[in-house]
């Protein structure tokens, strides 16, 4: 399979804490992206990071991607009880015609309590 | 408008039943995608069109049948389910120049088969 493992599967944290999660793959990238998805919800796309890049923000986002170890991870700062969510990696290959076929990590499970 | 919609948010059908799900975007993307999910696991791809044209078929059982109308709208046509294909089926669009493999998605049809 080509799903990745993403750690922890889920995650309890205070509001106001920092939470960390982390993805690994198998084969090789051009980039990975993280996805949000709230209970029972569409996927909202988060950030993207590409395979030269080691690090990028955007707002409370901060991810890291070690193409060495082939292992991404995101930190959320000061979380919110509004985070509280599923959390997936994604990578995929180019599938033609300007298509991207994406396999998405296992997930974390992310709860804020208030 | 960055919004993909889909209908019916709800469906329940029975195994003898036929029925489809619709999604809709207006932000000129050419590439639109299914996926299933079950609970608590990550989004699965099903079927991936490319300008109009079904370009991967994840052998997908034919009880499912895809349909491209235009570049705007997506159909799945569902026929004879079983029970094990209750999901939450999420639709996806990208913009399908190889600019960004970034993939926006609707809020999803949860579908319950009796």
């Known amino acids: 399979s080509q799903q990745g493992e993403e750690d922890p599967q889920a995650l309890s944290i205070q509001e106001g804490e920092n939470a960390t999660m982390n993805c690994s793959y198998k084969t090789s990238i051009n980039n990975l992206q993280w996805y949000r998805q709230n209970s029972g919800r569409g996927l909202v796309h988060l950030i993207l990071i590409r395979s030269n890049e080691r690090e990028k923000h955007s707002g409370r986002l901060r991810v890291t991607l070690d193409t060495s170890k082939k292992s991404s991870s995101l930190l959320i700062t000061a979380s919110r009880a509004a985070d509280t969510a599923s959390y997936f990696c994604a990578r995929g290959p180019y599938s033609g015609a300007g298509s991207y076929q994406l396999t998405f990590g296992k997930g974390t499970k992310l709860s804020v309590i208030p | 408008d960055t919004e993909v919609t889909q209908t019916p948010k709800h469906l329940v059908m029975g195994m003898t039943n036929k029925k489809s799900l619709k999604c809709e975007q207006h932000?000129?993307?050419?590439?639109m995608y299914w996926y299933k999910q079950k609970a608590k696991k990550p989004p699965e791809l099903m079927f991936v069109y490319s300008y109009e044209k079904l370009s991967i078929n994840e052998s997908v059982p034919s009880r499912f049948s895809p349909e491209c109308p235009n570049s705007s709208l997506l159909n799945l046509h569902l026929h004879a389910l079983q029970p094990e294909d209750s999901a939450l089926y999420l639709c996806?669009?990208?913009?399908?120049?190889?600019?960004?493999?970034?993939?926006?998605f609707g809020p999803g049809t949860r579908l319950t088969v009796l």
């Open positions: 996806a669009s990208s913009p399908g120049d190889r600019s960004t493999d970034t993939q926006y």
């Open positions: 932000m000129g993307h050419r590439a």
